[in-house]
């Protein structure tokens, strides 16, 4: 990758599997009606600990369910900064939180905040529900998500809007240009996602809305261990948007002989740490439930696959 600078992955740590939403897309990474609310204790403490020690990675995100509805969410990224510089978390951003709760979670030690907005119109919004809920229903929630989005920027944590490019161009750019007017002084930064079950088509809908903005590169780097690429633009009026390509890549050690491989769309997406009764669990595969993929992390911090990951063996 040429004048690519390389970024370092994050441990995600699901800290709830219950969500507030109710997406048909949703995977539900695994299996979240098993997935139990993290404790923040020094089990937990030291698991992750233990688990960012033999991985060499430094950074955590955050992640559900919905993670901004764990009860204790101050507490748990308080306890994280003493094991991290660099605290995220992926939210839907459908609770409202003020200005000033932002700004606690930022003294607490959370140094970046990710929207994930599907929809700009509640219409829109309502027909990715799975479970019937009124257009009013969808209307406070899109609201929500627009006001968080300005309340995070005044509380001064990094932020990024992420959205999804499906198949209609129309759509997309209709989407892609409300959030753009959400930003001032280039931010939060919008970021433009491929479809990973079409990303050919997806790439297409892209490259379209690059020029139909009249967007211009400015730089561009890659995730360590993986086949993700990001590159930033900036359109005609000033604004910043980044562009992030993923196809799936894999792990020799779980993904070489698996029989469902042809159809995974994900590959080795990381490690991610939930809480499954009484145990922590390191899971790298989101598809399956295997003992292979679905591991207790005292086990997995002793296994080959630590040293995979470490160093990046990756199959693209």
């Known amino acids: ?24 897309f949703c995977h539900e990474e695994g299996d979240m009606k098993n997935i139990k609310n993290v404790i923040p204790n020094d089990d937990f403490y030291n698991c992750i600990d233990q688990i960012m020690k033999k991985t060499a990675i430094g950074r955590i995100m955050l992640t559900g369910g919905e993670p901004t509805i764990h009860p204790e969410f101050m507490s748990i990224v308080s ?14 951003g459908i609770k409202k939180i003020s200005v000033d709760e932002w700004s606690k979670f930022k ?10 907005i599907h929809d700009t119109s509640a219409k829109d919004l309502l027909s990715l529900e799975s479970v019937k809920k009124n257009l009013s229903w969808a209307e406070n929630a899109l609201e929500n998500q627009f006001n968080n989005v300005k309340n995070i920027v005044e509380s001064g944590i990094d932020s990024r809007i992420n959205i999804v490019a499906y198949g209609d161009f129309d759509k997309t750019l209709k989407s892609v240009k ?16 491929n479809n990973l079950v079409e990303p050919f088509e997806s790439q297409e809908v892209i490259e379209d809305i690059l020029k139909n903005l009249g967007a211009s590169k400015i730089n561009g780097y890659q995730r360590a ?3 993700n690429v990001t590159n930033r633009y900036i359109t005609s009026e000033g604004k910043i948007l980044s562009v992030k390509i993923a196809f799936p890549y894999y792990l020799n050690s779980i993904c070489s002989n698996c029989p469902a491989k042809d159809k995974c769309y994900e590959g080795f997406y990381g490690v991610r740490v939930e809480r499954i009764m009484n145990e922590y669990y390191v899971r790298i595969c989101i598809y399956k439930q295997t003992t292979d993929v679905l591991i207790p992390w005292t086990d997995f911090i002793n296994s080959p696959t630590v040293n995979e990951i470490q160093k990046g063996n990756v199959i693209i």
């Not at 306890?79 to 839907?92: A, Q």
């Not at 003294?107 to 994930?116: E, H, I, M, Q, Y």
């Not at 959400?182 to 930064?189: A, F, H």
């Open 107 to 116: 003294n607490a030690g959370l140094t970046k905040v990710v929207v994930s």
């Open 1 to 24: 990758m040429e004048n690519m600078t390389i970024t370092m992955p994050a441990i995600r740590i699901k800290l709830t599997g219950t969500c507030n939403r109710t997406c048909s």
């Open 178 to 193: 409300t959030l753009l007017n959400l930003q001032k002084d280039r931010v939060p930064e919008i970021r433009l996602l």
């Open 225 to 227: 261990g993986s086949s």
């Open 79 to 92: 306890g994280l900064s003493k094991l991290s510089d660099e605290i995220s978390v992926t939210t839907n």
